[in-house]
Structures are given as structure tokens and as C-alpha cells.
């Protein structure tokens, strides 16, 4: 099976009613080994592969997470409109616990991650001042419009830490004043190597707290994360049901020409191993390598 959707997040995502004929792939990567197997299935009858970002069970740290086999794997298997469902902490008073964020711009403060795929003899500079796609985001808030009583923000910024702890209440209060919205430990550089990749990107993200900068609470912990996730993981649920029947009237993302004058290092200077390893992103641009299936 080829899934042209892939959602990334929780194993309670390909659970949901509406999904069926889930079949585990593994795929070996040039990058290692994913977070785990993708979970190729039909939603509605639309081929989705689903990929638990942490692994089945929640094995996997934030930043021990492989984001570059993740992508890379999305890839192999066609998807181009890539969906990150994501648990955050909020940064501001409107956006409260349960309520959901079509987020918009990122903050990148993360330190130990690989956040690209062109190294190693070949050089890359994509565009990322919108990191999101604007063209599956838009998609998303249709889908969230759609939904009778749901609280939601059409943009946000998400400051991306680097945990596994989080913020101290300094920390939370300068990503305040940074004018960021929300904070998480997972979407970068996943959103960086999408771009990459030429998959069109968005997040959805799931408040599930006041981050420890707010009044009410002394602290964040994972029992109050873990207590509004339950709550309101039919939220998510319902959305991503209502955006994967709209995407296949998307004919198109700017994501997808996003390596377009992006490759400055010379053809015939790039390693024939490094050129094997990102052949299957560079095969459109007429280099040599494994051609992408899609």
C-alpha cells in the first residue's frame, strides 16, 4: 500500500472509528531506523500511513526521536501531505487547556538533533520563513470551522525545547515574551526535514496546560497533561477525519518545488554514497539515484 497522507503523533490516532485494514511496514532508511513500524490503513477509505512519533507504548525521548528516518520513511512510501498532531503547553491566556492551534511559524530551541538530510559532501538551503504549508493548513482550519463547539486558534507560534523536562518559569515566561504561543519538545526539526523532503507540512497542536509561567499552577506535570489528552483526544480525532477527506481536492503545495534552486553543491562533486543516501529526495532534480516512487 502508498498512502499520499501521513499522520505523525500518538497510537491513539490510528485507532480512531473510520479506520481499517491497518498493516504494519517497516522500512529501513539510510538513516537509520524509525521511531517504528508505519501503520499503513485507510481512513474513510483514503490510504493514510500513521507513524507513532515516540514509538507503540511511548519508548522513544523527544530528543532521542530519529526524525530523519521518520521523514525519510514518509517518503519512501509516497506520502506528500504529512500531518503532526501534537501535546503542547500554552504560552497565552486564550489558549486554553483542550483547546486546539493550527500552528504557523516556529522557534527552534532545540541543541543535539540532526536537522537535515544534506551533509556529508552536499549542500541544501531551503526557504523557511513559512514553515507551514499554507495550503494544508488551510485545510485543517476548514476542518476545524467545521466542528460545532470546538475551541480553536488559526495560528500560533510553537517554541520547540529541547527537554525531556520542561520549561523552567523563566524560560516560560521569555518564550512569552518572544510572542510564542505554545511550547512542545517534538516538531522540530521535523518540520525542517519535511521541507526537505518536499512533504507538505502543518501541526496540529492540543493545549494540554498553562505552562508553569501561568498563575494558576505552580507547575506542569505529566498527570495533568495526560488527564486533558484523554479528555479531549476526540477533538483531534474528529478533525483529522474531516482535513484527510478535504485533502484530496489539494492539487497542490508550495512544499513540493522546495528543493528548486535549493542544491548548491556541483553533481559531479557530490559523494556517490551521500548521493545514494538522499537519492530518493533529489531524484525530481534529475540527480542520480533511487528514483521516488511517487
Not at 485494514?21 to 532508511?29: F, M
Not at 532521542?64 to 503547553?89: D, F, H, P, Q, T
Not at 523563566?170 to 519535511?194: H, K, Q
Not at 535549493?262 to 533511487?290: K, Q
Request: one cysteine or more; aromatic letters at 6%; hydrophobic letters at 45%.
Amino acid at each position: 500500500m502508498r498512502a499520499a497522507i501521513g499522520i505523525i503523533g500518538g497510537s491513539g490516532l490510528y485507532q480512531m472509528s473510520g479506520v481499517e485494514g491497518i498493516e504494519e511496514v517497516r522500512v529501513d532508511t539510510p538513516f537509520g531506523a524509525p521511531s517504528d513500524a508505519l501503520l499503513m490503513g485507510r481512513m474513510d477509505g483514503t490510504p493514510v500511513a500513521f507513524l507513532p512519533r515516540h514509538g507503540r507504548g511511548h519508548r522513544v525521548a523527544p530528543h532521542e526521536i530519529n526524525y530523519r528516518a521518520n521523514l525519510w520513511a514518509l517518503k519512501s512510501v509516497g506520502v506528500k501531505w504529512a500531518l503532526s498532531v501534537s501535546a503542547v503547553g500554552s504560552l497565552a491566556e486564550e489558549i486554553a487547556p483542550g483547546d486546539l492551534v493550527v500552528v504557523d511559524q516556529f522557534i527552534d530551541r532545540t541543541r543535539t538533533r540532526p536537522s537535515t538530510f544534506f551533509d556529508q559532501g552536499i549542500v541544501a538551503h531551503v526557504p523557511m520563513a513559512d514553515p507551514v504549508c499554507p495550503v494544508l493548513a488551510g485545510a485543517l482550519a476548514e476542518a476545524c470551522t467545521g466542528e460545532a463547539g470546538l475551541r480553536w486558534h488559526k495560528k500560533g507560534t510553537y517554541v520547540c525545547i529541547e527537554g525531556p523536562q520542561f520549561s523552567t518559569r523563566a524560560e516560560s515566561n521569555l518564550y512569552r515574551s518572544w510572542g510564542a504561543t505554545v511550547v512542545g519538545m517534538t516538531n522540530l526539526p521535523e518540520a525542517r526535514l519535511a521541507r526537505e523532503a518536499e512533504i507538505a507540512y502543518a501541526t496540529l497542536a492540543m493545549a494540554t496546560d498553562y505552562d508553569c509561567w501561568y498563575e494558576g499552577h505552580d507547575s506542569v506535570t505529566v498527570e495533568q497533561v495526560m488527564a486533558v489528552m484523554k479528555a479531549n483526544v476526540g477533538n483531534a480525532q474528529r478533525v483529522l477525519r474531516s482535513v484527510v477527506g478535504k485533502i484530496g481536492a489539494l492539487t497542490s503545495s508550495p512544499a513540493w518545488s522546495a528543493l528548486d534552486f535549493a542544491v548548491m553543491t556541483a553533481p559531479n562533486l557530490i559523494p556517490p554514497a551521500t548521493l545514494e543516501r538522499v537519492g530518493l529526495l533529489v531524484a525530481r532534480l534529475g540527480l542520480a539515484g533511487p528514483k521516488d516512487p511517487s
